[in-house]
């Protein structure tokens, strides 16, 4: 079993990778149905490898991903997302959490693998 210092080391490498690979795919259309999958799956099999709480793991693994989308957000302002421009990018700020919390779930409810 694996310490908790561990874990959150690879957790939050994880996150850091995620969150990279995150600026590549955002250059694509249906990039937040990409967030869904990525962080979804990302978090389902880190959890099913390292046995942690599920809402720590979700949150040490969305969070460099979360603050990137948050991060666009407040520099394109409010005005400009209301009139449509970086729209995808608040999507993202709320996908992203959801989906690592989903995943993290359904990889806690499972065995943890060897």
Known sequence: MASALQSSL???GAGLLLGAV????SFFPLFNITDLLVFGVGAFLLVRRFPVNFLVA???LSLPATAMSLYFVSGLGM???SSGVGTGWLVSAIAIPISAL???WFGARRPALR
């Open 58 to 60: 979700a949150l040490i």
């Open 102 to 104: 989903i995943g993290s």
């Open 22 to 25: 995150k600026l590549v795919y």
């Open 79 to 81: 005005e400009r997302i």
């Open 10 to 12: 690879v957790f939050s």
